[in-house]
């Protein structure tokens, strides 16, 4: 495994270097804090592919909020998936809350609008969502994020949070693989 680990990231192809999307994370923090700002907004970190944006989001956000976190996934360290699996739910209450979920990405928008209409359904005041990319696919998605960092073309995509069958996570860069 490890040898192909370090194959697919010898041959991939940097897409956006760290200071772009450093500059795209501040970008969204301000977007964020102009909407959110006096709202006490619960912030739900997406496990595992959010925790990089989550945490390079909440210094940036200069305001009052809480952070739980959120775990449902359709790749479950695989490069593609179908069925959503809920690994686990916040602890923290929604009904009140206005949410912000964070993730890495708007792939296909199955998760996320999985994970939207379930807040809704906990009477979650509002409900946002915050990606640090939003990938081409050249259709209609299901669910359109509020905030988003960069837009992506359509590539099997690795770092800041996203990975590649669990690996390649911590790259600091956005890199597409070589077409597998």
């Given at each position: ?143 359109q994020a509020d905030f988003v960092g960069l837009q992506v073309a359509n590539h099997y995509l690795f770092g800041y949070g996203m990975d590649y069958k669990g690996y390649l996570r911590n790259a600091t860069g956005i890199y597409a693989c070589k077409e597998l």
């Open positions: 495994m490890l040898n192909e680990i370090k194959q697919i990231e010898q041959d991939a192809v940097l897409l956006h270097d760290e200071q772009a999307v450093e500059a795209a994370l501040d970008k969204m923090a301000i977007e964020i804090t102009h909407q959110l700002t006096d709202k006490n907004p619960l912030i739900l970190c997406v496990i595992n592919g959010g925790i990089i944006a989550t945490g390079k989001l909440l210094p940036r956000l200069k305001f009052p909020l809480t952070l739980d976190s959120i775990h449902a996934s359709r790749y479950r360290n695989q490069t593609s998936g179908s069925e959503i699996h809920w690994l686990f739910k916040p602890s923290t209450p929604l009904k009140g809350r206005n949410v912000l979920i964070v993730d890495d990405i708007l792939d296909e928008g199955h998760t996320l609008k999985a994970l939207v209409d379930w807040c809704q359904q906990q009477a979650a005041t509002s409900v946002y969502s915050a990606v640090l990319l939003d990938k081409d696919l050249g259709c209609e998605k299901p669910i």
